[in-house]
């Protein structure tokens, strides 16, 4: 039973109006940034007091940026990211936990290892797959000698190339697979009762009905905390769109700020900057509003 005195309450609640400024204070500080002129922003110390110019910065930063398009193009490539590693995790832990097989546990481990490679590791093979994402297969052929017997049966040399560089799919297709979330439902799966599954088996359902409905409609707090997070990870990649959009037209939001940072020499427009910043953090903070409840409920909850 936890003790409840007016000292500990006392620092319980600035213990949490602590934390409260580290989280709230530098999102305030961009917009009070983002509501000056050029000369108070580059004032040392800049004044906390806002401005007058907030919606003047603002509509200078979303034509200059042309934040509407690329606000589209990260909004499609975070869902897609999104609903492609919750998807994905659910059936690969799915068939980790409710099939027979051989080396599963193995699988299971070189799967978690993967943990340990973050992207920035893996850049270089992983931007090889988005170049040519039928690299594989024809080193296959080139191995196995089935090219060459091509060649020299037909004349016709076998060049299998598909790249998926300034797409949406190029963004999205590569970065599908998660260790994190593969765990996450390996666990939650765990969790569910034997009684259930043999109830669904003696009823006729099969393993994908099983899946469908029974498994996803269970674990939806688990997908929700899952989707908030992966939403906002692919939202803030910066490095993996920068690599493969090279064309204006695929750049997302965050790669596009780059536009609105003052160069060497050039006017020190940190008042546009940050109204752009502004801009581009609304979406993922929405999500964030939006999902908390059902982010923190696939946190610490588990339903069976």
């Not at 934040?67 to 068939?95: C, D, E, M, R, W």
């Not at 439902?185 to 043999?198: C, G, K, N, S, V």
Request: charged share 10%.
């Amino acid at each position: 039973m936890v003790e409840r005195t007016p000292i500990l309450n006392f620092f319980t609640h600035l213990i949490l109006f602590i934390g409260f400024v580290v989280a709230v204070g530098p999102i305030a500080i961009v917009a009070i940034a983002a509501s000056h002129n050029m000369t108070d922003v580059n004032h040392v110390p800049m004044s906390l007091i806002p401005g007058t110019e907030f919606w003047a910065n603002m509509k200078t930063a979303w034509t200059t940026a042309n934040l509407g398009p690329k606000l589209l193009n990260s909004l499609i490539f975070a869902t897609g990211v999104a609903i492609g590693k919750v998807l994905i995790s659910a059936i690969t832990a799915f068939s980790l936990v409710y099939f027979r097989y051989p080396g599963r546990h193995f699988i299971f481990w070189l799967i978690f290892i993967t943990l340990m490679l973050p992207l920035e590791v893996r850049i270089v093979p992983t931007y090889a797959v988005a170049a040519n994402v039928l690299s594989p297969f024809q080193g296959i052929l080139d191995i196995t000698g089935i090219t060459w017997l091509i060649a020299k049966l037909t004349g016709v040399e076998v060049s299998l190339n598909l790249g998926l560089l300034n797409s949406s799919i190029g963004l999205i297709l590569p970065l599908v697979a998660t260790a994190t979330g593969t765990f996450l439902y390996r666990q939650f799966f765990l969790t569910i009762p034997d009684e259930l599954t043999e109830a669904a088996r003696m009823d006729g359902a099969g393993a994908l009905r099983f899946f469908i409905d029974i498994l996803l409609p269970l674990s939806r707090t688990n997908m929700a905390a899952l989707g908030t997070i992966m939403f906002l990870w692919a939202w803030n990649q910066y490095l993996w769109p920068l690599l493969v959009t090279t064309d204006p037209a695929h750049m997302t939001a965050v790669t596009e700020l780059k536009q609105l940072i003052p160069n060497i020499g050039g006017l020190p427009e940190w008042h546009i900057a940050m109204a752009g910043t502004l801009i581009v953090m609304l979406p993922p903070l929405a999500v964030v509003v939006l999902m908390q409840r059902w982010f923190v409920r696939g946190l610490i909850a588990t339903e069976k």
